[in-house]
């Protein structure tokens, strides 16, 4: 068995792989990196992902289009603070994204996602974006 180190160090690799895949446009490397029940509460999409990889890949289909969309993208991700219990973890982190014109946005993100060890390898079971609040709205 890895030590707590190995396995912290393993799924910030699984972190970067999914953004170094989105960045690619690659939908199925992307999925690689996610276990079969895998779901996702992505920045832009208000519903959650669900219902495996089908559902999965009809999201990625209009997620990646709209994304191609909009312009050059580059994303950031900030070292994740990992936990590992057994064969489960959580992931926390913020990412920063750029999309160049024509359709120009941008924001900072915080992420959390949760892996499980299946067959040795770690996979994305959840993944969870929201956008970093600026502030207390006024009372």
Known sequence: MP???QD???????????????LQF???LLEQC?????TIWDLF????????AAARAEFRKKDMT????RGPLTIDVEEPVVDVWGDFAVARYYLEYEFQPPGALKGRVRITTV???IDGEWRRVHHQEGEVPTG????
């Open 34 to 38: 996610d276990a079969p029940e895998c």
């Open 115 to 117: 892996a499980r060890r």
């Open 66 to 69: 709209e994304s191609q969309q």
């Open 45 to 52: 999409e208000p519903d959650l992902v669900r219902g495996g």
């Open 8 to 22: 912290k160090r393993d799924v910030v690799a699984l972190v970067h792989r999914i953004f170094d895949s989105y």
């Open 3 to 5: 030590s707590i180190d």
């Open 26 to 28: 690659d939908p199925e």
């Open 136 to 139: 207390r709205p006024p009372r």
